[in-house]
């Protein structure tokens, strides 16, 4: 080789890595250097140990995995008397794994922050899965929670600070009562009632309070234990939920993201930096902003081979103007950055036909932006989700999970339009939006991220977090 094509072949190597990092689409005839074989990914391990006295006999039926998104996971499982060794495909990415050991009434788990590829990682400590890691991984979960996010929106080494944190506090005050009552209920050798397990995910409000309380409400109503130590059993989870809230007050998680002031320069950027996700509900029977029924096809046809496309750009408006960004968003170019309903590239659920796409962006920019369904190098026509016009995009972190991310229906000519805006007057519209427009008063404008309605009402009433990307960090100092 001589010097002159070893340098275009680093050139060329350079520019693919360049382009993952950045999401851009790369083609499968996209040169890359002859760099020989390559390794096949390796598995995920993950082992762990349930102590006799707690599950006697263990069998692989006695646990389930969880992904940090909370999707039930189905690994290979193998059992050797009080031990497990679980093996998950390579190419997922496993953070906020829960490991849930269960037979009747008893139930325990324990948190697993990460499962690389071709690494072995341990759920639990040297004692095995048990009260300890069964009460630290439902504080764990309950501060999640409390913050409307999924364990698998944490980077791992925030998820281990805060069971490391856990740990720590868990010899006296709050967390230490917290970490008694677990193992009151867990210690009950008679408390077999009914079917109920004893411990579950628990879903709370941003101020600790139980919409569904970790200790199951069904459990202890069957089988009533002592377990705050006042000599008279408990039938309810009044003050276990107390003793949680006291316990999560106890500690917060940590990290440094990138798009804080203190710490984009760590992270290797000249300003805040954030990772923005778009994703677009392709489904059919999806409703616009007036709750009616949207056309797919009213502009767009449905063309064999056609995929989902996202075309954008700076705004002319936005504060930032390096054209890098321009240029990763397409450029305006129609059918030129694809989406992704196959579980990466930010998209949280293969094959549910909501696609998506991630970028890093600055903070502020502003976009200009559709969607469009066809092939790639078609043009507008027929492709797009209407004609002209454009939806408005402000990258702000509104809810404050460090993640940008915008959830929209294709064809909705009823949301963040620009002009020609099609939303009601009753629903607050005027025909055209701008950054600052709240059409419906919820103190958001509509050219930010938003609430989705994921009852069906149409009224947006929770704030999604993708589970198909992580925030950017830097490790704390």
Excluded at 54 to 80: N, Q, T
Excluded at 83 to 97: D, I, K, N, S
Excluded at 149 to 173: F, H, I, K, N, W
Aim: glycine share 10%.
């Amino acid at each position: 080789m001589t010097r002159i094509t070893a340098i275009l072949a680093l050139l060329v190597f350079t520019a693919c890595g360049f382009e993952g990092f950045l999401g851009l689409a790369t083609s499968e005839n996209h040169p890359t250097p002859d760099a020989g074989a390559t390794e096949e990914p390796k598995p995920a391990v993950v082992t762990g140990t349930v102590p006799a006295a707690s599950i006697p006999g263990l069998d692989a039926r006695d646990l389930e995995f969880y992904s940090g998104a909370g999707v039930k996971l189905s690994p290979a499982v193998a059992v050797a008397g009080e031990q497990f060794t679980a093996t998950f495909p390579a190419g997922e990415r496993y953070v906020g794994m829960v490991v849930v050991v269960q037979r009747g009434t008893v139930a325990l788990r324990a948190l697993v922050p990460a499962a690389p590829d071709g690494e072995t990682t341990s759920a639990g400590d040297f004692d095995g899965i048990d009260n300890r890691e069964t009460a630290a991984c439902l504080l764990v979960e309950g501060q999640a929670s409390a913050a409307q996010r999924s364990l698998s929106s944490y980077p791992a080494d925030t998820l281990q600070t805060a069971m490391d944190e856990v740990a720590g506090l868990s010899a006296s005050g709050d967390v230490q009562v917290f970490y008694d009552m677990v193992s009151a209920i867990t210690a009950c050798t008679d408390c077999d009632r009914g079917s109920a397990p004893r411990f579950r995910a628990p879903v709370l409000t941003a101020g600790y309070q139980a919409i569904e309380s970790a200790l199951h409400p069904d459990f202890i109503l069957n089988n009533p234990v002592d377990y705050d130590g006042d000599n008279d059993d408990e039938d309810t989870t009044a003050e276990f939920d107390a003793a949680m809230a006291a316990a999560l007050s106890a500690f917060e998680f940590k990290a440094c993201y990138c798009d804080e002031q203190n710490y984009f320069a760590a992270c290797g950027y000249g300003q805040p930096m954030i990772q923005v996700v778009f994703a677009v509900d392709f489904s059919e029977g999806t409703k616009d902003g007036n709750c009616d029924p949207i056309d797919r096809f009213l502009w767009a046809e449905d063309q064999p081979g056609a995929g989902m496309f996202i075309a954008a750009g700076l705004h002319p408006e936005s504060p930032i103007t390096d054209e890098t960004y321009n240029q990763l968003l397409g450029a305006w170019v129609p059918n030129k950055i694809p989406m992704y309903d196959d579980g990466t590239h930010g998209d949280d659920k293969a094959g549910d036909s909501v696609y998506s796409v991630a970028f890093i962006l600055p903070v502020g920019t502003r976009i200009g932006y559709k969607y469009t369904w066809g092939r790639a190098g078609d043009n507008w026509g027929g492709t797009e989700e209407w004609p002209g016009n454009r939806r408005l995009l402000e990258v702000a972190d509104v809810n404050g999970d460090h993640i940008v991310a915008r959830y929209d229906n294709f064809a909705d000519e009823a949301t963040n339009k620009d002009v020609m805006n099609r939303l009601l007057p009753k629903n607050g519209g005027t025909g055209s939006i701008d950054w600052e427009t709240d059409a419906n008063s919820d103190g958001v404008p509509d050219a930010r991220e938003r609430m989705v309605d994921t009852d069906g009402d149409c009224f947006l009433n929770a704030w999604w977090t993708p589970t198909g990307v992580l925030a950017l960090t830097t490790p704390c100092q």
